[in-house]
């Protein structure tokens, strides 16, 4: 990639936080990395400790809201920023079906804000990559799956809001010539994932024994893949992307959400033992209104343009996983302590 100055927004979260580490891990990536994040209750600053020391010069932390469209232009103008790679996002579907107010505010008007920054910028802007996610199709029946080509038809305030991100991000390259590559990718599991999405709370839930709760019947099926391989894909497509496309970004790992609480039982029960089977704490609760049923990525496009394909399978991605939660109890502790917003009031003052 031969940005010199990428802004990655919301680098303080799951994806973003993994994708700040695979990148400036490579050789081949010279540039430096400018992390623009409000850390919210979802972002956290433990989960980038020590890259600052590890890569001299080459991160810097902006605490920032992309609703705030001067903030963002003066970023771009102090560190002379030439990319982005915008994850920000509120991201959990359940909040944004309680209180979609944030959603609308930071998913496209935020969206709205960077795609202005980075048009401001004018001719040494170089690309702007868009994150996004498979929901923005809607839900799928027991065949098939989503292409490029497959209408939006999103069925939360999340996905509706992400929808309407990606078509301002369409519309800036369309009628401004704005550099953008978009990318459309199914669930991400793997280390430093807030404890709310399904596969992080399971574990933990099953660590401290308490009910694991699975929404209807179970049998909701999602693609899963391994965050560092939605890493890879991302910078593939920011390298060799074909300006003004989207790609589809999946793991051929499609599972019932039931198998996948069952299957994280049976690993906790074996990497740490309690003498009685987790399984018996599965909960079938109240099913998430408008709940898709299925979703299953082709990701041909991706693979045939530019070679990429996954490299974990779900076997061997949820072992890592578990093994990585169970490791790693102190991260989780002070997140579910809420002591890193403590931290984060006492540094910044809100
Ligand atoms: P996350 O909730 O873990 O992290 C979001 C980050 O954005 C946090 O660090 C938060 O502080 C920051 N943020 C939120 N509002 C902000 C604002 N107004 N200004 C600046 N920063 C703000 O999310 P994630 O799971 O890492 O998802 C990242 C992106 O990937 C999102 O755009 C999401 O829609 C997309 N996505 C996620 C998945 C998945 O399975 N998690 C799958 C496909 C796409
Ligand atoms: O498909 C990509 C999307 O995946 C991303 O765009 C979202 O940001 C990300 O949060 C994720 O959305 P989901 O709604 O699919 O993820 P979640 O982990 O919340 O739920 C996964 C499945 O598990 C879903 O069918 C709902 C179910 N579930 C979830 C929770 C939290 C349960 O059965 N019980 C639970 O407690």
Redesign the pocket.
Do not use: M, R, V
């Given at each position: 990639m031969d940005s010199e100055n990428l802004l990655v927004?919301?680098?303080?979260?799951?994806?973003?936080?993994n994708f700040i580490r695979h990148l400036l891990a490579r050789e081949n990536f010279r540039g430096r990395i400018i992390n623009?994040?409000?850390?919210?209750?979802?972002?956290?600053p433990d989960n980038l400790s020590g890259i600052a020391e590890a890569h001299p010069g080459r991160y810097l932390f902006e605490k920032?809201?992309?609703?705030d469209l001067p903030a963002l232009k003066a970023i771009f103008a102090r560190h002379g920023i030439d990319a982005v790679c915008?994850?920000?996002?509120?991201?959990?579907v359940d909040r944004s079906i309680k209180r979609p107010d944030?959603f609308i505010?930071?998913?496209i008007l935020?969206t709205f804000n960077l795609l202005e920054a980075a048009r401001a910028a004018g001719s040494r802007f170089r690309l702007f990559h868009h994150?996004?996610?498979?929901?923005v199709y809607g839900s799928l029946g027991p065949e098939g799956y989503f292409t490029e080509e497959t209408p939006y038809r999103p069925n939360s305030p999340?996905s509706a809001s992400?929808a309407s991100s990606d078509h301002l991000v369409r519309a800036y390259h369309e009628t401004y010539g704005l550099p953008t590559t978009l990318s459309?990718?199914?669930?991400?599991?793997g280390p430093y994932?807030?404890p709310e999405?399904l596969i992080p709370l399971i574990v933990l839930n099953a660590l401290e024994r308490k009910p694991l709760p699975v929404y209807g019947d179970g049998k909701n099926v999602r693609d899963w893949l391994y965050v560092t391989d939605?890493c890879e894909a991302i910078r593939t497509i920011m390298e060799k992307g074909r300006r003004g496309e989207t790609y589809n970004i999946g793991g051929h790992a499609e599972m019932e959400n039931i198998a996948i609480v069952e299957m994280i039982c049976d690993l906790v029960d074996e990497l740490a033992p309690a003498g009685v089977s987790r399984r018996c704490l599965i909960t079938f609760v109240k099913d998430r209104p408008g709940h898709d049923r299925r979703y299953a990525i082709d990701f041909s496009k991706l693979h045939g343009e530019l070679g990429w394909s996954p490299a974990e399978s779900f076997v061997s991605g949820l072992r890592k996983t578990v093994r990585w939660y169970l490791e790693n109890r102190g991260w989780s502790e002070r997140i579910r302590s809420g002591a890193y917003q403590s931290w984060i009031r006492e540094h910044y003052g809100v």
């Open positions: 927004t919301g680098g303080c979260g799951f994806i973003g936080s623009a994040d409000s850390l919210t209750y979802a972002g956290n920032t809201d992309i609703c915008h994850f920000a996002a509120e991201s959990h944030s505010q930071t998913n935020g994150i996004s996610t498979d929901e999340y992400k459309n990718c199914s669930n991400n599991y994932q807030f999405k939605h």
